[in-house]
């Protein structure tokens, strides 16, 4: 069993959609990220959270740490939100581990 | 300047050949990290320097050699690379003495014939 875990793997959505993207963990953390990464390589980091709830524009992170649980929400999706969206949990120092990833296709 | 900037940004290199990657970030981070990413799957770390010093290896073939000859550059050269060694190599950089959020080059497509 992978030490994250990202639900659902691939998403569909349309325009205007409410969506939200799951990450579990199993392993202690002293913090998660939610990166974006576009079709071509480049990685953007969207949020770094230890407790509690971020926001940004139309993206929202929230994380449960007794439940070991995070959420991304994007609230009124659009095309350019389709990306990969990776989980992933600092556990040692600099050391990340990685969710597989959930392909996000927003159709207009 | 927010930026982590790769070079190439593309290479094809043949089984004999020896090439390197290089990496540049002039945010004053001291934490730099190579990482491997194979089509559809997450990135695998490979190293990672803290402070100019190999902090963390994480058992990567002797195919691959980093290099950090000061705290904005990071290198890797490559000699004798497996056609799987083909992947997107991407290059990150943190500053440890605030946070780890790390930060992300666009990567280098490597493709070994």
């Known amino acids: 069993k992978n030490e994250v875990e990202q639900s659902p793997q691939n998403l569909t959505a349309q325009e205007g959609e409410f969506i939200t993207i799951n990450c579990s963990y199993s392993?202690?953390?002293?913090?998660l990220h939610w990166l974006q990464q576009h079709p071509g390589g480049g990685i953007v980091s969207l949020f770094m959270?230890?407790?509690g709830k971020k926001k940004h524009g139309r993206l929202i992170a929230t994380i449960n740490i007794q439940e070991k649980h995070s959420s991304l929400h994007i609230t009124a999706s659009h095309p350019r939100d389709s990306a990969v969206y990776i989980c992933?949990?600092?556990?040692?120092?600099?050391?990340?581990?990685f969710g597989e990833g959930t392909q996000l296709t927003v159709n207009p | 300047d927010t930026e982590v900037t790769q070079t190439p940004k593309h290479l094809v290199m043949g089984m004999t050949n020896k090439k390197s990657l290089k990496c540049e970030q002039h945010?004053?981070?001291?934490?730099m990290y190579w990482y491997k990413q194979k089509a559809k799957k997450p990135p695998e770390l490979m190293f990672v320097?803290?402070?100019?010093?190999?902090?963390i290896n994480e058992s990567v073939p002797s195919r691959f050699s980093p290099e950090c000859p000061n705290s904005s550059l990071l290198n890797l050269h490559l000699h004798a690379l497996q056609p799987e060694d083909s992947a997107l190599y991407l290059c990150?950089?943190?500053?440890?003495?605030?946070?780890?959020?790390?930060?992300f080059g666009p990567g280098t497509r490597l493709t070994v014939t």
């Open positions: 990150a950089s943190s500053d440890p003495g605030m946070t780890y959020e790390q930060y």
């Open positions: 392993v202690g953390i002293s913090a």
């Open positions: 959270l230890s407790s």
């Open positions: 992933a949990v600092e556990t040692s120092g600099s050391r990340l581990t």
């Open positions: 945010m004053g981070h001291r934490a």
């Open positions: 320097y803290s402070y100019e010093k190999l902090s």
